[in-house]
């Protein structure tokens, strides 16, 4: 091969894919065939010609006339490929790879929401294992209910919840009722972070039944010596 030759080669232009189909065509019913008329059918548009002929892609292929057939037929029916009429109806008809592409864009969507479903469930099952942890045993029935509730229907998240449990560990009031009193209070202060809960927390213990201002360092550092705020009892009345 001579210069010339490559320069020829570059002069005809590329083929471009997007890298994300080239990774994903198997998980939307494409196999390696139908991959290659795909991209024959881009190549020929590529060159400015929108609605290759059968025989055209057969030559492309090394295929036969029914095997192209059959492939393009496979590649409508599935939602792949669609033949559209151009603006100008008296210009013919295109193939159009704009359904491949909404298929793709779905397939992405629902890839991001399986992960993000994915994280969520590992964060809830270990909220649960912190649980045990802390309470030294497996949670009963009833505690797993509720701590279900927590997650499904109040929609507290995870790191919130923990961040109760480290409350009701720090006031040595280490039970369900009191850590649910914990969320509702920060519910009804329309706390929703991890920082706000405990901005909430501190004013609580700065304004407790002593009325000595307890920083958070001293909470965790004398957790075991201090008579803390009873959230219990802030919610009567």
Known sequence: MNQNELNNWMAEGFVTLPQVLIKHYTKLNIDETEFMLILQIESFRTNGNSFPSINELTERMGASFEQVTRLLESLIRKGILA?????????????SLEPLYQKLIALLSNHELAEQKKVETDAEIHIYRVFESEFGRPL?????EMLSGWLDQDHFAPELIREALKEAVISQKL????IDRILLNWKKEKVKTVEEARQVAEDFHMNGRTGRITSRKEIEKSKDSIPLYDWLENRKG
């Open 83 to 95: 033949i559209l009429s151009k603006e100008n109806k008296l210009e013919g008809e295109i193939y």
């Open 175 to 178: 039970n369900f009722r009191y």
């Open 140 to 144: 009963s029935p009833l505690e797993a």
